[in-house]
């Protein structure tokens, strides 16, 4: 397996990109070579087998994904492109406040790769706004347990 990790960040307010800060101090750490892609400027090709892939995004509007992640994800639904062999972990953050649409930014996501033909490893993370948990914690937390998972599956 490719110790490439690339962490794919949907924000509006920049608190997923420090998520992503975060979960790359800790790969770092493990011995992976982390990347972040803001979801800005992707394309479906950004997909491919061989790295390992987080989608780590929040949820705006309506139960939406952010305005940056919006072109990617359209893109990736009209195109549908067949994804088998992409495997990827989703760091979803929202708020209970919005309890009908919780994270269904990562929802979002996770369901559509999962469409396309992509392997999560691991469970969904949900992080919520109106906890008090630090988000960055939450990850920090995760992404160990979820890349030793990922290198058990290889
Ligand atoms: C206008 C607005 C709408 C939101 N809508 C949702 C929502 O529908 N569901 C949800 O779970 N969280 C929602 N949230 C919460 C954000 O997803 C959450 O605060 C997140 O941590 C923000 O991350 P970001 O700074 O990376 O964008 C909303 C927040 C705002 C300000």
Excluded at 21 to 47: N, Y
């Amino acid at each position: 397996m490719s110790n490439e990790v690339k962490i794919l960040v949907g924000t509006m307010t920049g608190t997923a990109e420090l998520v992503a800060d975060e979960i790359v101090d800790v790969l770092t750490e493990k011995g992976a070579d982390p990347e972040i892609l803001l979801m800005d400027d992707l394309d479906p090709t950004a997909l491919s087998a061989g790295p390992l892939y987080i989608i780590c995004t929040s949820t705006y509007g309506q139960g939406e994904v952010p305005d940056n992640a919006r072109k990617f994800f359209d893109a990736l639904e009209s195109q549908a492109p067949d994804l088998t062999g992409v495997q990827y972990g989703v760091f979803a953050l929202g708020d209970m406040t919005y309890m009908q649409t919780f994270c269904f930014g990562g929802r979002k996501f996770d369901d559509l790769l999962a469409k396309l033909g992509a392997t999560r490893l691991g469970d969904r993370v949900e992080h919520d706004a109106s906890s008090g948990d630090l988000p960055e914690d939450m990850a920090a937390e995760w992404a160990e347990g979820w890349f030793e998972q990922a290198l058990e599956a290889a």
